[in-house]
């Protein structure tokens, strides 16, 4: 397969890390009573100004959050509808933000989850392409035919 997924997985990180500096940038500084008023009060309780990475309703991520099945037509469909599912939280933050420092970041993070999407489109047809092929053979591993493994 080629390595998209790869390379997009690096981009993804590199969103973590911007959306985690705007967390950080609009927290910093903020009294733990303004905090609290503006709805962030379990937020501050657990982790004061520090950024750690929970969903909009206070779950922390995990790795139950990605999945990877090992079959590409699964993998590739998971991570279109994952592509689709990060766009439209971004334009719902949009929906919520009115600071342009804010704005202008989410709405490059909504336009890369599109271009994600297309990448990973074409990857899904080139893989249909090839399953397709009337020539289309598997070797599998010997391991998997040997005891001694
Ligand atoms: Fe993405």
Same mark, same amino acid.
């Given at each position: 397969?080629?390595h998209?997924?790869?390379?997009?997985?690096?981009?993804?990180?590199?969103?973590?890390?911007?959306?985690?500096?705007?967390?950080?940038?609009?927290?910093?500084?903020?009294?733990?009573?303004?905090?609290?008023?503006?709805?962030?009060?379990?937020?501050?309780?657990?982790?004061?100004?520090?950024?750690?990475?929970?969903?909009?309703?206070?779950?922390?991520?995990?790795?139950?959050?990605?999945?990877?099945?090992?079959?590409?037509?699964?993998?590739?469909?998971? +991570?279109?509808? *994952? @592509?689709? =599912?990060?766009?439209?939280?971004?334009?719902?933050?949009? &929906?919520? %933000?009115?600071d342009?420092?804010?704005?202008?970041?989410?709405?490059?993070?909504?336009?890369?989850?599109?271009?994600?999407?297309?990448?990973?489109?074409?990857v899904?047809?080139?893989?249909? +392409?090839?399953? *397709? @092929?009337? =020539?289309?053979?598997?070797?599998?591993?010997?391991?998997? &035919?040997? %005891?001694?493994?």
């Open positions: 397969m080629p998209c997924e790869h390379d997009i997985g690096t981009e993804e990180l590199a969103h973590l890390e911007m959306v985690g500096s705007m967390v950080y940038q609009l927290t910093k500084g903020v009294p733990a009573k303004v905090l609290e008023k503006e709805g962030l009060g379990a937020y501050y309780t657990d982790h004061a100004h520090a950024v750690y990475p929970v969903s909009a309703a206070g779950n922390p991520f995990t790795a139950a959050y990605i999945q990877s099945k090992g079959d590409p037509l699964a993998d590739l469909t998971e +991570d279109l509808a *994952a @592509e689709q =599912k990060a766009r439209a939280t971004y334009e719902n933050l949009i &929906n919520l %933000a009115d342009p420092d804010v704005l202008e970041p989410l709405k490059f993070l909504r336009e890369r989850e599109i271009v994600h999407f297309q990448r990973f489109g074409e899904l047809r080139i893989v249909q +392409d090839t399953l *397709a @092929e009337k =020539k289309y053979y598997v070797q599998k591993p010997i391991y998997e &035919n040997n %005891a001694a493994y």
